[in-house]
């Protein structure tokens, strides 16, 4: 029998009556997300916000806006596969929840960036205005810093998205080898240690970083057709760019919007399905992309959530 909104808002009040509960679920924020604290975002209130987003959304009737009722159905839809799947309420409710936790840390560790770069136009704003006051004169344009911590942050934006579309295209046309091989090469192994540990030949293996390359290359150029964000697409885009000039943000160079894009924001990380279908069967080849990024990369993100 197919779950209802009723049902489920019941089993998630008995869900949260565990004590235990809220602490697994903020344990879950601190390992999968441990910069969160180092950005002043309280894993605490990030839970806040997702059970109060979760409690908005069972609550959905017909007077509520038809958007609004399309979330609650896909609410109960997922928990309901993770029913049939065998596991009991409290562990679906568990396993929704650090999902929807995931992406709201995410969303948080996007804002961070965000607020950063307000808190940068803020500081030149006041120091134009100061400076036209002083001198007479009209407002100075932004500074370098502010120029470079803009473009950091859209650079943020636009590669999580692409990685994430990237993800799925292999997904969805079976080529999870196509998806190690450049993870691989993206995390620092070079073409030479990627064939030998994927029995492949090193000529296979430039072909399929060469493809990824020309992909993401066209991504790119599709969505910055202005180069605003990414100056130059002559260099590899796993390369490492000529450092900026200090106090340029949080990101120094290219390689440090790639290590935060991949790892702190978990752009490479399977889909949900993928990702419990590997947990289910881990032996399986055919999930042999998701064992070296779950198992060997050491996905810390994956890992909360496969944590029972």
């Not at 160079?253 to 990380?269: K, Q, R, S, T, Y």
């Amino acid at each position: 029998m197919p779950v209802s909104s009723e049902q489920a808002r019941q089993e998630l009040e008995r869900f949260l009556q565990d004590s235990r509960t809220r602490k697994r679920l903020e344990r879950f924020l601190d390992r999968a997300f441990p910069r969160l604290r180092d950005f002043s975002a309280d894993p605490e209130d990030v839970l806040q916000d997702a059970l109060k987003e979760v409690v908005e959304v069972l609550q959905a009737s017909g007077d509520k806006s038809r958007r609004l009722r399309q979330r609650r159905d896909r609410l109960v839809s997922q928990l309901d596969w993770y029913l049939q799947h065998g596991w009991s309420w409290p562990e679906a409710w568990r396993i929704y929840l650090q999902r929807l936790l995931r992406w709201r840390a995410i969303d948080r560790l996007r804002g961070v960036e965000l607020e950063y770069f307000n808190s940068l136009s803020e500081s030149t704003s006041s120091a134009s205005r100061t400076l036209g006051e002083l001198r007479d004169s009209a407002a100075a344009s932004p500074s370098s810093a502010l120029e470079e911590g803009e473009r950091r942050w859209r650079q943020v934006r636009l590669l999580s998205d692409i990685f994430r579309d990237f993800v799925a295209w292999c997904e969805q046309d079976g080529q999870g080898l196509k998806k190690e091989v450049y993870e691989r090469r993206l995390r620092g192994q070079n073409a030479k240690t990627i064939a030998h540990a994927l029995h492949l030949q090193r000529n296979h293996v430039d072909q399929l970083i060469k493809r990824v390359r020309d992909w993401i290359r066209n991504e790119i150029e599709k969505r910055d057709v202005h180069h605003s964000i990414f100056i130059t697409l002559a260099g590899p885009v796993g390369g490492r760019a000529p450092a900026t000039k200090a106090g340029a943000g949080r990101f120094a160079n290219f390689a440090d919007v790639l290590d935060f894009v991949v790892h702190e924001m978990g752009a490479l990380c399977p889909s949900e399905t993928r990702l419990w279908h590997y947990h289910s069967d881990p032996e399986n080849p055919a999930f042999h992309d998701v064992h070296y990024h779950v198992r060997e990369a050491k996905c810390c993100i994956c890992l909360a959530e496969l944590e029972r």
